[in-house]
């Protein structure tokens, strides 16, 4: 029997890490081996109940999640367990759907949709090209999507938690979130990036919206309730919205924001595509030979 067992919510997941030296991979509820279990890869998308049964593993030593967001299991994971994300797994695809809805709405895309069937021309619209760029929370992810950003030919800015001492290679200097009032002015487009915590909880608001020019987009593929969702809804005509994540989520059906002007909204959508597969095996077999060998995990939240 192999040294460790770890439990993966899929056969597939099972499947695309392959055998791990020293592993003994189990699928889905692990029966009368439940005491042996000592890494539980988490289902995936992360739901608040989707680690409700740790107690289950009374020698668990690791979850691991196959999202980068973390907030909605803080406070389950039991004291000794140690918590990682998958920081990086979503990088490629959350910057595509972001590079997506950015075009989408500039370009008039939704208004296109909507008048199938009749050829409507449209105004001048605002090319990517040329704009500025506002990544509200310059990680990994809000770095995949300056490369896109730059490649289009937009002039991007990066704010992260702080102002970072040394300049970015791809973004110049990083601005910390302190410094935002004085960014907003002149932006086209805020993408949205964020994790939720207290910190950023509803960071987008009246204020922060206000301080945009007329026309200008607002994307957010971080989290819903970075964004006041009460504010979006009392900006939304004079500035355009592109939402892959909203507040409340799932956004129900008659909800204003669906009916509101320029609102774009997509069904939280950004890491579910072939993009994750490959990425979540290879830090799910890299965590587990880690552990094995007793070395540090990669993405340690808690």
């Not at 040329?130 to 929370?137: A, E, F, K, P, T």
């Not at 200097?173 to 950023?200: K, M, S, W, Y």
């Amino acid at each position: 029997m192999a040294g460790i067992v770890a439990v993966l919510p899929t056969e597939e997941l099972r499947e695309d890490v392959g055998p791990v030296d020293g592993v003994d991979v189990l699928v889905g509820d692990p029966g009368d081996r439940a005491a042996e279990v000592e890494v539980l890869v988490a289902d995936y998308p992360t739901s608040p109940g989707g680690v409700d049964d740790v107690a289950r593993f009374p020698n668990l030593r690791v979850v691991q999640l196959q999202s980068a967001g973390y907030d909605a299991v803080l406070g389950r994971i039991p004291d000794g367990v140690t918590l990682a994300n998958a920081t990086g797994v979503h990088d490629d695809a959350t910057a595509e759907l972001a590079l997506g809805l950015t075009i989408s709405a500039l370009r008039g895309i939704p208004e296109a949709v909507r008048a199938h069937g009749t050829w409507t021309p449209m105004p001048v619209r605002r090319s990517l090209a040329d704009s500025r760029v506002l990544i509200l929370g310059y990680g990994s992810i809000g770095r995949a999507i300056a490369e896109r950003m730059v490649a289009a030919k937009a002039v991007v800015t990066g704010v992260a938690s702080r102002r970072r001492e040394q300049p970015d290679d791809l973004v110049g200097q990083v601005h910390g979130i302190d410094e935002i009032a004085a960014l907003l002015p002149g932006t086209h487009v805020v993408v949205n990036v964020l994790p939720h915590n207290r910190a950023t909880q509803a960071l987008v608001d009246d204020a922060f919206l206000s301080g945009l020019d007329d026309g200008a987009l607002v994307v957010n593929v971080g989290r819903g309730p970075t964004v006041d969702t009460d504010a979006v809804l009392a900006h939304a005509g004079r500035l355009r919205f592109a939402l892959d994540v909203t507040d409340p989520e799932p956004l129900p059906d008659g909800h204003p924001l669906w009916q509101s002007p320029d609102v774009l909204i997509t069904p939280h959508m950004a890491g579910g595509t072939t993009a994750m597969p490959p990425r979540i095996a290879a830090l799910v077999r890299d965590q587990l030979q880690r552990h094995v060998a007793g070395e540090p995990l990669r993405n340690v939240v808690t």
